[in-house]
């Protein structure tokens, strides 16, 4: 397993602490009138979700997390599990909904994914940065609304939902970003 120097730290990076992988989502370099440079980073655990906070000195290295990246195909939901395929060796991997968190909102049946693996087992998926969603339930919009920015709670195919402009109603098939859970457009079809 490769190692890490602190020249190397940046955002991103994938690093094993104590034996579990982490990503750094921050890293601070300072550089104090004497001594060392520092480097504070922000790391959140691949496993349980949680941040840490850890300065390092000029000159030590972190282990790299044994982490592999993988297309994988959303297959189906059954209960609390979600069941996903690998897209090149189809090995079925099950997650758990406290596994998938909040993207259990843009999981449609058939869906292509990226999916975090740490020694062969499944941690993590990613959706694609952008989704298309049946609207299957909202109210009605009411007439004069078009000229200001009013919203309404939609509900789309997967049971979640997306506040959208009030023009929107059943059967529309909307555009979401799932990288902040907001309506981006109507999609024509």
Known sequence: MGTYKTSDFRKGLKVQIDGEPYQMTEMTFRKPGKGNALYE????????????????RGGETLESADVE???????????????????????????TSAQVDENWKYLKDGMACSMVLFNNNPISITPPNHVELEVTYCEPGAKGDTATNVTKPCKVETDAEFLCPSFINIGNVIRVDTRTGEYIERVRT
């Open 41 to 56: 980073c922000r790391l959140r655990n691949l496993v349980r979700g949680t941040m840490m906070s850890r300065t390092y």
């Open 69 to 95: 990246e993988i297309n994988s195909q959303f297959l189906y939901r059954q209960g609390d599990m979600f069941v996903f395929m690998n897209s090149e060796t189809y090995d079925q991997y099950e997650l």
